[in-house]
């Protein structure tokens, strides 16, 4: 195998830039998506030798996709996936027709070679398809919140860390960035909430997400509110983070002790090993935290009333608007309506 040109082109430096920016403050792209077009560009320079882009010709996207379609996930040990193959070949064939349309330096670039960097039918359609979501029946989520310990303030943390992603489900990028005063109890509902609000977390969209506590098993409610009453007597104030970074030192005596900080856990793999650490404890396998969604609408589907149900849970994710749209239509009063729903679920 030839050995591969790894010099970066000043050229295409200035492009990329100018792309990934446009994607980000012109499109408002998210940015882990701008990512993930900087990691599909980056591969295809690779497979192509870092060569000018003004020289590209569709022998290079036939080799791009040879590049990829051999290409191994280092995790797995497996050729990466369709899902990847597909949206880097569409990437790369984005910035491409982006750049032919506004740059005539490379306009002499044909249409006819970039389409070269077009998938099969087959391809897409494996690209697209969804695995089923292996998750945790809703009961193993609760004996594993039950077996946690409580013992330390990292166990208390992560207990109820846990516990407020089963009652809510929110995204991973939410519970790390929950604040004190996100915990909030609506005394006309009779209901606690986890307040998603766009300003302070990271929430899909940037949305605003009031989401209820689901339904009434007590213990898991006070493992979260008990947390919450424990940060505000260390001092903790309504901005700080709600699941902040513990640290191990030592005290005078060399005995390890552990110290609550008022700064965010530094990743999310930091959060799944909590998750991870629980089930296996209670001889579960690990499931991502983004599981619990699958597992709560699951349950949710059974017996009557469910799409009421589900109608609820959607509005608790932030994915839909169906009581909002539906009942302000006509004067009601949706966060009621949600707040009664999900309440009255039986988790157990």
């Known amino acids: 195998m030839k050995k591969l040109d790894i010099r970066h082109t000043p050229a295409n430096e200035i492009l990329k830039y100018k792309f990934f920016e446009i994607l980000e403050h012109n499109q408002g792209k998210d940015p882990k998506t701008v990512n993930q077009y ?11 030798g870092f060569k000018d882009f003004k020289k590209y010709s569709s022998d290079w996207a036939i080799e791009f996709k040879n590049y990829l379609n051999d290409k191994i996930n280092k995790m797995t040990g497996q050729n990466i996936s369709k899902s990847l193959y597909f949206h880097y070949s569409n990437f790369v064939k984005e910035f491409f027709n982006w750049l032919v349309k506004n740059n005539k330096d490379y306009s002499k670039i044909k249409p006819d070679d970039i389409n070269y960097l ?6 897409k359609n494996k690209a697209r398809a969804t695995n089923y979501q292996e998750s945790h029946e809703i009961s193993d989520i609760l004996s ?5 310990p409580e013992g330390n303030i990292l166990e208390m943390r992560n207990k109820a860390m846990i516990s407020l992603c089963l009652l809510t489900t929110p995204r ?4 790390q960035t929950s604040r004190v ?5 609506f005394k006309d509902y009779d209901i606690w909430a986890l307040i998603q609000h766009p ?6 969209f940037s949305k605003n997400i009031t989401s209820f506590f689901i339904g009434q098993s007590q213990d898991i409610i006070d493992n979260v509110t008990k947390w919450q009453k424990h940060l505000i007597s260390e001092g903790f104030k309504d901005n700080d983070f709600l699941f902040p970074r513990i640290t191990s030192n030592f005290n005078t005596e060399g ?4 110290e609550l900080t008022k700064q965010e856990i530094k990743s999310q793999s930091q959060i799944r090993i909590a998750f991870k650490t629980a089930f296996e404890a209670n001889n579960l396998p690990y499931r991502k935290p983004h599981t619990f969604r699958h597992s709560m609408a699951r349950k949710m589907k059974q017996g009557e009333n469910a799409t009421d149900r589900l109608i609820a849970l959607a509005e608790n994710m932030g994915q839909k608007a169906g009581f909002a749209t539906i009942i302000n239509s006509y004067g009601g009063d949706s966060l009621r309506q949600q707040a009664t729903v ?3 679920f039986r988790l157990e």
């Open 144 to 148: 594993t919140i039950r077996n946690m």
């Open 38 to 48: 900087v990691n599909a560009i980056h591969e295809f320079e690779v497979a192509t």
């Open 255 to 258: 005995k390890p002790i552990l």
């Open 181 to 185: 005063k996100s915990i909030k109890y």
């Open 118 to 123: 077009g998938v099969t039918r087959n391809d």
């Open 199 to 204: 300003a302070l977390q990271n929430t899909k």
């Open 342 to 344: 999900l309440k009255g």
């Open 172 to 175: 991973i990028s939410s519970l």
